[in-house]
C-alpha cells in the first residue's frame, strides 16, 4: 500500500512537471497604439516617429513583458474613433490633437487661445508645467485618460491664401476655411468669410475657389501639398498645434510599478525626440515652400499685435462658455509669465 502511495506521488508529480513544462509561457501585455497615417509617411516623424520611439524604449524598458503594436494608416478608425477606443479600453493609445480632445475635455481649448504662446519654448514650459500637469489630471479625471504628456502638432498655425496676405487688412472680404466654432470665431473676427470643409476637400476647395485660404502649420501644409494650390503664406503664428500622449488609464494602472515607470520614461523621451523633430520639419517645410515659389511673409511685431487685438476677444468670450471655469484663460495667461 505504502509503495503504491509512493508511486502514485511520483507519478502525479512528473504528470505536473510535464504540463507545467508543455505549457505556453505568461502571455505578455500588449499595448496597441491606433496611428492616422501610413508608416513611413514624409515629413510627418515627429509623430509616427515618435510613436516609435515609445514603442522602442517601453520595450527595451520592460525587457518585453509590454508589447507595443503600432497600427497605422487609420486602420483602427478616425481621430475621434480612436479617442473613443482609448476610453474604452480596447486600445490603449492613440495620436488624437487638441481637437479630437475637445469632443470629450472642452477645457484642452485653452491652450487655442489666440497668441497664448509667444514661442515653442514658452508652450513647452507651460505644458511640461504645473499648469499643464493639472490640466493633464483633470482630463485624466474626466475622461479616463491617462497624460503622459503633450505634444507638439506641427507647431504654431499659419494663414495661407491664393489672395495677398501681409497685414490684417488683407483678411476681409476672403473665404477661409474655418472648422469649429473656435476657427469660425477667429475668420469672422478678421472680417473673413468662414466655411467648414473637411480636411479631405481642402485641397480641391482650394484649387476650384470654394474657399481662398485656410490656416495650419507649415509641416501639415507641405505634407498635403497645399503649395500647389496656395500663392501667400502670412506666418502669423496665431495658435499652437498640441497633441497629447496620452494612455488607458485603467490599462496603465494594471501595469507594475516597473513598467508603469518604464512606460512614464518612454513617454519623457518620446516627447523630446518630437519636439526636436517638430522643429526640423517646419524648417524644412519652409525651405521647401520658398524654393517651390510661394510668397512666404513673416508677421512682424505690428503684425501679430494687429491680428491679436482683432480675434483674442471674440475667442476669449467664446472660450468662457465652453470651459469648466472661465478662469482657466487667466491662469493660462499668468503660465506663460
Known amino acids: 500500500m505504502t509503495q503504491t502511495y509512493a508511486f502514485t506521488r511520483r507519478a502525479l508529480s512528473a504528470l505536473a512537471l510535464g504540463l507545467a ?10 499595448l496597441k497604439i491606433g496611428l492616422s497615417l501610413p508608416q513611413g509617411a514624409a515629413g510627418f516623424d515627429f509623430v509616427n516617429g515618435m510613436y516609435e520611439r515609445f514603442k522602442a524604449e517601453v520595450e527595451a524598458g520592460t525587457q518585453g513583458s509590454v508589447k507595443v503594436d503600432l497600427v497605422y494608416g487609420g486602420a483602427l478608425g478616425n481621430p475621434n474613433d480612436r479617442l473613443s477606443q482609448v476610453r474604452r479600453g480596447t486600445i490603449q493609445m492613440s495620436d488624437a490633437a487638441d481637437g479630437n480632445y475637445a469632443t470629450v475635455f472642452p477645457d484642452i481649448q485653452v491652450l487655442s487661445l489666440p497668441y497664448l504662446f509667444d514661442s515653442e519654448a514658452t508652450a513647452w514650459k507651460v505644458l511640461d508645467g504645473p499648469f499643464g500637469r493639472k490640466l493633464g489630471e483633470d482630463l ?18 499659419h494663414f495661407s491664401s491664393n489672395k495677398p496676405i501681409r497685414t490684417v487688412a488683407d483678411f476681409p472680404g476672403q473665404k477661409l476655411r474655418a472648422i469649429g466654432p473656435l476657427a469660425v470665431k477667429t475668420a469672422e473676427a478678421l472680417g473673413a468669410s468662414a466655411s467648414p470643409i473637411a480636411f479631405n476637400e ?35 503664428g496665431h495658435t499652437y498645434g498640441v497633441g497629447v500622449l496620452g494612455i488607458n488609464d485603467a490599462f496603465y494602472a494594471r501595469l507594475s510599478p ?3 515607470a518604464a512606460v ?4 519623457a523621451k518620446a516627447l523630446a525626440y518630437n519636439r526636436q523633430a517638430s522643429r526640423q520639419a517646419e524648417r524644412e517645410a519652409l525651405d521647401a515652400l520658398r524654393s517651390q515659389g510661394m510668397t512666404v511673409t ?20 467664446w472660450l468662457k462658455s465652453q470651459l469648466s471655469r472661465p478662469t482657466l484663460i487667466d491662469e493660462a495667461i499668468a503660465a506663460t509669465r
Open 140 to 157: 485624466r479625471a474626466k475622461t479616463g485618460i491617462r497624460v503622459l504628456g503633450f505634444w507638439e502638432s506641427g507647431g504654431f498655425k
Open 202 to 236: 481642402l485641397y480641391t476647395s482650394l484649387k476650384t475657389g470654394v474657399v481662398d485660404g485656410q490656416d495650419n502649420s507649415v509641416s501639415v501644409f507641405r505634407l498635403v501639398k497645399l503649395q500647389e494650390v496656395q500663392k501667400h503664406m502670412l506666418l502669423s
Open 21 to 30: 513544462l508543455a505549457a505556453p509561457a505568461q502571455a505578455e501585455t500588449v
Open 258 to 260: 516597473a513598467e508603469r
Open 264 to 267: 512614464d520614461a518612454a513617454g
Open 298 to 317: 513673416v508677421a512682424d511685431a505690428a503684425t501679430r499685435a494687429a491680428i491679436a487685438q482683432k480675434i483674442q476677444g471674440p475667442v476669449a468670450e
